[in-house]
């Protein structure tokens, strides 16, 4: 069975980090780019970052931009996302992607994906 799972979500006040993880089961994530999406209640579905398969292009939502980082393991099969300097606003359910055939730039700009994970809560909140 294909699966992706995420972890290390959590309530987190602001400015501070948390470092998610995907790890697949079922499947090598080598030949895909991954993308982390995130959905707030009442707002539309976010392309948060996405990397190639070859992990050597990212690319990133701008509200973002300075704050996350993302990158792959091929080793572990795993995809990471560091978030620093958290805001209220990037609360959210936090999904790891995964689609084969696209550019990182093209899998977060047109938000599409094969196989999803159940997903993460993050909460930033004081």
């Known amino acids: 069975q294909l699966q992706l799972v995420e972890s290390g979500g959590g309530l987190v006040q602001p400015g501070g980090s948390l470092r998610l993880s995907c790890t697949a089961s079922g499947f090598t994530l080598d030949s895909y780019a991954i993308g982390w999406f995130r959905q707030a209640p009442g707002k539309e579905r976010e392309a948060v970052s996405c990397?190639?398969?070859?992990?050597?292009?990212?690319n990133y939502a701008d509200s973002v931009k300075g704050r996350f980082t993302i990158s792959r393991d091929s080793a572990k099969n795993t995809v990471t996302l560091q978030t620093n300097s958290l805001k209220p606003e990037d609360t959210g359910v936090y999904y790891c992607?995964?689609?084969?055939?696209?550019?990182?730039?093209?899998?977060?700009?047109?938000?599409?994906?094969?196989?999803r994970g159940q997903g993460t809560q993050v909460t930033v909140s004081s």
């Open positions: 992607v995964a689609v084969q055939a696209f550019t990182a730039q093209d899998m977060c700009a047109k938000k599409v994906y094969h196989y």
């Open positions: 990397i190639s398969s070859s992990g050597r292009s990212t």
